[in-house]
Nanobody, 126 residues
Framework: QVQLVESGGGLLQAGGSLRLSCLAS????????MAWFRQAPGKEREFVAA????????YYADSVKARFTCSRDNAKNTVYLQMNSLKPEDTAVYYC???????????????????WGQGTQVTVSS
C-alpha cells in the first residue's frame, strides 16, 4: 500500500514561511503526479498546488499563486510545498496526494488522486 507522510506544519504568525514535505513510499515516485490540498475547519477540501511526475506542469490555486511553490525531489521520493507570506486564511490541514496512473498529468481535481497522506496542521495567527 502506498504511504504518504506529510511533515513541516506548525503555528506561526502572519507573514512567516513554512516548508511542508511529503515522503512517499511503496510507489514508483518518479512516475506519478503529486498535489497538495488543504481543508480549513468547516470548509471543503480545496486544491492548493500540483506538479507533474517530471517536476514540470506546476500550477496553483489563485489564492496561493506567487506565495507558494511546489517542487519535488525524485531521488528522495519527496514533494515539497514552500509557503511564504502566510495569511490567517491559509490556516488548514494540508494534505499531499498522489495519482496512481504512471505519467498521468497533474490536475486540480481531488477525485483524480488515489492516495492521500494523513495531513499536517498549519495555523497562522494574525
Amino acid at each position: 500500500q502506498v504511504q504518504l507522510v506529510e511533515s513541516g506544519g506548525g503555528l506561526l504568525q502572519a507573514g512567516g514561511s513554512l516548508r511542508l514535505s511529503c515522503l512517499a513510499s511503496r510507489v514508483t515516485f518518479r512516475t506519478i503526479a503529486m498535489a497538495w490540498f488543504r481543508q480549513a475547519p468547516g470548509k471543503e477540501r480545496e486544491f492548493v498546488a500540483a506538479i507533474n511526475w517530471n517536476g514540470g506542469g506546476t500550477y496553483y490555486a489563485d489564492s496561493v499563486k506567487a506565495r507558494f511553490t511546489c517542487s519535488r525531489d525524485n531521488a528522495k521520493n519527496t514533494v515539497y510545498l514552500q509557503m511564504n507570506s502566510l495569511k490567517p486564511e491559509d490556516t488548514a490541514v494540508y494534505y499531499c496526494a498522489a495519482r496512481s496512473i504512471p505519467y498521468a498529468v497533474s490536475t486540480y481535481r481531488s477525485r483524480d488522486y488515489d492516495y492521500w497522506g494523513q495531513g499536517t496542521q498549519v495555523t497562522v495567527s494574525s
